[in-house]
């Protein structure tokens, strides 16, 4: 069973579309992560959310925490062809774990 | 600031064979993390350093993997002997005091 699940798992999408990703989970988090990978390149991190109900912006990347810290979102508004790469969310059970369990990702491609 | 580096980038052995990567992270890091990332997948973790001190191996096929961090810098991942489900994308990383995780590139494994 997969701790966190991530949806959709594929995405293909037209430049200048708004789109979201998921993170769903039973289980409550201390913090969650979200980082993109692109091919052949180890994952970078966008964001840490760590208060239920937060949101963060990073330029046109919008994240919410849930208030119950079991789920988070990504929106991303009029995506761009440098928006394509693997989103991941990693979550940390308890309070300063170290220990973070990443979902299986979403496969995004914004195509031109 | 250099960011974190492992070597190789990319291997090819034949099963049965020996194989090991180096990793050094960044500096000031104590944490040190090895993941295991199969195509399609999210990093799943193999073995947590705290310094010089595996704090999570619980995850190490230890029957044939092991790990050592020396000096709680550089660390080493050895696999012995490799089969042919080890083909893999193995990334290392280190996190700051507040658990983000900064990934190498990943050496990629590819067994024959």
């Known amino acids: 069973t997969q701790l966190l699940e991530q949806s959709p798992q594929f995405l293909s999408i037209q430049e200048g579309e708004n789109l979201t990703v998921y993170c769903n989970s039973s289980?409550?988090?201390?913090?969650l992560q979200w980082y993109r990978q692109e091919p052949g390149e180890g994952p970078v991190l966008l964001v840490t959310v760590v208060t239920g109900g937060e949101v963060k912006k990073l330029k046109r990347l919008t994240f919410q925490f849930g208030d119950a810290r079991k789920d988070s979102s990504l929106h991303i508004t009029a995506a761009q062809p440098g928006d394509t790469g693997l989103y991941l969310c990693?979550?940390?059970?308890?309070?300063?774990?170290?220990?973070?369990?990443f979902g299986k990702g979403t496969k995004l491609s914004v195509i031109p | 600031e250099a960011g974190v580096v492992q070597s190789p980038r990319y291997k090819i052995i034949e099963k049965k064979q020996p194989v090991a990567f180096w990793c050094n992270p960044i500096?000031?890091?104590?944490?040190l993390y090895w993941y295991l990332q199969n195509l399609g997948q999210g990093p799943e973790l193999l073995i947590r350093?705290?310094?010089?001190?595996?704090?999570?191996d619980s995850q190490l096929p230890k029957d044939r993997f092991s790990a050592e961090r020396l000096k709680g810098v550089d660390s080493t991942l050895k696999i012995q002997p490799a089969e042919l489900g080890d083909s893999a994308v193995y990334l290392c990383?280190?996190?700051?005091?507040?658990?983000?995780?900064?990934f190498g590139e990943g050496s990629r494994l590819t067994v024959l």
């Open positions: 289980s409550v988090f201390s913090s």
């Open positions: 350093y705290e310094n010089e001190e595996a704090v999570d």
């Open positions: 500096s000031g890091h104590n944490t």
């Open positions: 990383a280190s996190s700051t005091e507040l658990g983000e995780l900064f």
């Open positions: 990693a979550g940390a059970l308890g309070a300063g774990s170290y220990q973070l369990t």
